[in-house]
């Protein structure tokens, strides 16, 4: 009896290969390899593969860093995260994060409930597979300014119940301080967004900017970039005082925002 022979799914080249380091490029192609197939075989269509974060920026470090892709498929089944779930497994050690997966319906209606997920998808990202499914989209002000609003309180609460849990014995705050700081760089950037000024590469030079157009004070801020940046310690004393002056400057940053107009003018 005949035996139609296995399928075989052609294999597709990265979009935008010569922006992406090399390693990185490698990987990616590995995971693309084996994700097409995988939703083809799930009955599914890939529309978009994209990578998004800082393995597109100069903040990426080889061995440090998540290499974050999200891909955009037609249909969002059970059977395709079955397909996907060994595939993404087999890739995660070398990725450091899973892929987001969403369906192209979840983008057109969610622009209102994540505008600043979708800015960073929109302007720190480059397409590897299909269309962008960023183009089109379009952020409304408002949206953006409560987002915003509702970052910047809940992180702070978050950092206030996070201190509870240090130990000032281990010199704990410092770190702790360190692996919250980018996710108020995310934040910094889109208020910088909602008050239509350029988003620069340069953190400080950011937060400098940030400061000019707020007439804020964001000292300990500018300060934790620059700990970073140079890899200082701090004294257990000096960490505290940062962490104090720190808190004091995400409130000023909630009642500006809280206060903001998002047709630009400030009340």
Same mark, same amino acid.
């Given at each position: 009896? #005949?035996?139609?022979?296995p399928?075989? /799914?052609?294999?597709?080249?990265?979009?935008?290969?010569?922006?992406?380091?090399?390693?990185?490029?490698?990987?990616?192609q590995?995971?693309?390899?084996?994700?097409?197939?995988?939703?083809?075989?799930a009955?599914?269509?890939?529309?978009s593969?994209?990578?998004?974060?800082?393995?597109?920026?100069?903040? #990426?470090?080889?061995?440090?860093?998540?290499?974050?892709? #999200?891909?955009?498929?037609?249909?969002?089944?059970?059977p395709?995260?079955?397909?996907?779930?060994?595939?993404?497994?087999? /890739?995660?050690?070398?990725?450091?994060?899973?892929p987001?997966?969403v369906?192209?319906?979840?983008?057109?209606?969610?622009?209102?409930?994540?505008?600043?997920?979708?800015?960073?998808?929109?302007?720190?990202?480059?397409?590897l597979?299909?269309?962008?499914?960023?183009?089109?989209?379009?952020?409304?002000?408002?949206?953006?300014?409560?987002?915003?609003?509702?970052?910047?309180r809940?992180?702070?609460?978050?950092?206030?119940q996070?201190?509870?849990?240090?130990?000032?014995?281990?010199?704990?705050?410092?770190?702790?301080?360190?692996?919250?700081?980018?996710?108020?760089?995310?934040v910094?950037?889109?208020?910088?967004?909602l008050?239509?000024?350029?988003?620069?590469?340069?953190?400080?030079?950011?937060?400098?900017?940030?400061?000019?157009?707020?007439?804020?004070?964001?000292?300990a801020?500018?300060?934790?970039?620059?700990?970073?940046?140079?890899?200082?310690?701090?004294?257990?004393?000096?960490?505290?005082?940062?962490?104090?002056?720190?808190?004091?400057?995400?409130?000023?940053?909630?009642?500006?925002?809280?206060?903001?107009?998002?047709?630009?003018?400030d009340?």
């Amino acid at each position: 009896m #005949y035996a139609a022979p296995p399928e075989v /799914h052609p294999m597709a080249g990265l979009l935008n290969s010569d922006k992406i380091k090399s390693s990185i490029a490698t990987l990616l192609q590995a995971l693309l390899d084996d994700v097409l197939p995988a939703v083809q075989n799930a009955g599914c269509s890939l529309k978009s593969a994209v990578l998004y974060g800082s393995a597109v920026t100069a903040d #990426y470090v080889p061995g440090r860093s998540d290499i974050n892709v #999200y891909l955009v498929a037609d249909c969002l089944t059970l059977p395709l995260l079955k397909a996907l779930h060994p595939v993404f497994k087999k /890739h995660f050690k070398k990725l450091k994060a899973n892929p987001v997966v969403v369906d192209q319906e979840y983008i057109a209606d969610s622009t209102d409930v994540f505008p600043m997920e979708f800015l960073e998808w929109k302007e720190q990202s480059l397409v590897l597979y299909g269309e962008d499914p960023m183009q089109g989209i379009e952020i409304n002000a408002e949206n953006l300014r409560l987002e915003i609003e509702e970052n910047l309180r809940g992180k702070k609460l978050r950092l206030i119940q996070s201190y509870f849990e240090l130990d000032p014995r281990k010199k704990q705050l410092q770190p702790f301080l360190m692996s919250v700081l980018p996710n108020f760089v995310v934040v910094a950037r889109n208020i910088l967004r909602l008050l239509d000024l350029a988003v620069t590469s340069d953190k400080i030079s950011m937060v400098t900017a940030l400061e000019r157009k707020t007439k804020l004070e964001l000292k300990a801020f500018k300060r934790l970039l620059q700990l970073k940046q140079e890899n200082m310690k701090l004294g257990a004393d000096e960490a505290e005082i940062i962490f104090k002056q720190f808190l004091a400057e995400i409130d000023t940053l909630i009642e500006f925002v809280d206060k903001f107009i998002a047709d630009g003018q400030d009340s």
